[in-house]
């Protein structure tokens, strides 16, 4: 019935809009950042993965990147994954906003797809402009703690938001676009605590548009969706696809 009530719920409402956040793609194996066993829970964030910390000392955040752009390059679409841009194709998801930085619906399929907070498809030097697609990062990183720059030697950025850094104008706006003209913004596997994406079910509703939201775990929202299921995003997000398809 909860995978019906969603189906339901897209059908009647479109366009449709998808937000994910670190959720959906931790059946992949990627791990989420702020529940109680995330990344945050064991790393501090201003320390690994701030803007102030890459000046600082960029080796040092290399250090905390390299295993983990080695896990999310080997990680795979999951159900969730594949569902979402099995919707998009048949015209049922218009986008797919995402908080993630993981390439895993761009892999997956998907096309409409925004990159809030950047992604590992490329790292850039902050001092001469160079920028190097992930394949050669992940190959300067075999022999090195930290990917140098080939025309100056100044340490590559990886062309993801670090805290203290503004989000890329054009993927904010648009997402903001989007939010305002869904009729369903569906949320999956985020917990709605990162401003100003937290803010997208604000803009849906405020436009009449309605809410459905797929969070192991509370958000802000869940008094204010239409829908709210406590389940794995795979398993519900695969069951929509089946009915809807």
Same mark, same amino acid.
């Given at each position: 019935?909860?995978?019906?009530?969603?189906?339901?719920?897209?059908?009647?409402?479109?366009?449709?809009?998808?937000?994910?956040?670190?959720?959906?793609?931790?059946?992949?194996?990627?791990?989420?950042?702020?529940?109680?066993?995330?990344?945050?829970? !064991?790393?501090?964030?201003?320390?690994?993965?701030?803007?102030?910390?890459?000046?600082?000392?960029?080796?040092?955040?290399?250090?905390?990147?390299?295993?983990?752009?080695?896990?999310?390059? !080997?990680? !795979?679409?999951?159900?969730?994954?594949?569902?979402?841009?099995?919707?998009?194709?048949?015209?049922?998801?218009?986008?797919?906003?995402?908080?993630?930085?993981?390439?895993?619906?761009?892999?997956?399929?998907?096309?409409?797809?925004?990159?809030?907070?950047?992604?590992?498809?490329?790292?850039?030097?902050?001092?001469?402009?160079?920028?190097?697609?992930?394949?050669?990062?992940?190959?300067?990183?075999?022999?090195?703690?930290?990917?140098?720059?080939?025309?100056?030697?100044?340490?590559?950025?990886?062309?993801?938001?670090?805290?203290?850094?503004?989000?890329?104008?054009?993927?904010?706006?648009?997402?903001?676009?989007?939010?305002?003209?869904?009729?369903?913004?569906?949320?999956?596997?985020?917990?709605?605590?990162?401003?100003?994406?937290?803010?997208?079910? !604000?803009?849906?509703?405020?436009?009449?548009?309605?809410?459905?939201?797929?969070?192991?775990?509370?958000?802000?929202?869940?008094?204010?969706?239409?829908?709210?299921?406590?389940?794995?995003?795979?398993?519900?997000?695969?069951?929509?696809?089946?009915?809807?398809?």
């Amino acid at each position: 019935m909860d995978a019906s009530e969603l189906a339901r719920l897209i059908r009647a409402n479109q366009p449709c809009v998808v937000l994910t956040g670190a959720g959906v793609s931790t059946e992949s194996g990627i791990p989420d950042f702020r529940s109680p066993t995330g990344m945050w829970a !064991e790393f501090d964030p201003t320390e690994y993965a701030s803007l102030p910390a890459f000046r600082a000392d960029p080796a040092k955040v290399w250090r905390f990147y390299k295993p983990r752009i080695a896990m999310l390059t !080997e990680a !795979e679409p999951n159900a969730a994954h594949f569902a979402l841009a099995a919707l998009e194709r048949a015209g049922l998801v218009e986008a797919v906003v995402t908080q993630n930085i993981d390439l895993l619906h761009e892999r997956a399929g998907n096309r409409n797809l925004v990159e809030v907070h950047g992604s590992i498809r490329t790292a850039t030097c902050p001092a001469c402009g160079s920028t190097y697609r992930r394949d050669a990062v992940v190959a300067k990183l075999e022999d090195a703690e930290a990917p140098g720059c080939d025309r100056c030697g100044a340490i590559l950025k990886p062309d993801v938001v670090f805290f203290g850094e503004l989000l890329p104008v054009d993927a904010i706006e648009r997402a903001f676009e989007l939010a305002r003209n869904a009729r369903l913004l569906l949320v999956v596997g985020s917990s709605l605590e990162v401003h100003p994406i937290a803010a997208l079910p !604000e803009e849906t509703l405020t436009s009449g548009g309605r809410l459905a939201i797929v969070n192991k775990g509370p958000t802000p929202y869940d008094r204010r969706a239409d829908l709210k299921l406590e389940m794995g995003a795979g398993e519900i997000l695969g069951a929509v696809a089946d009915e809807l398809l």
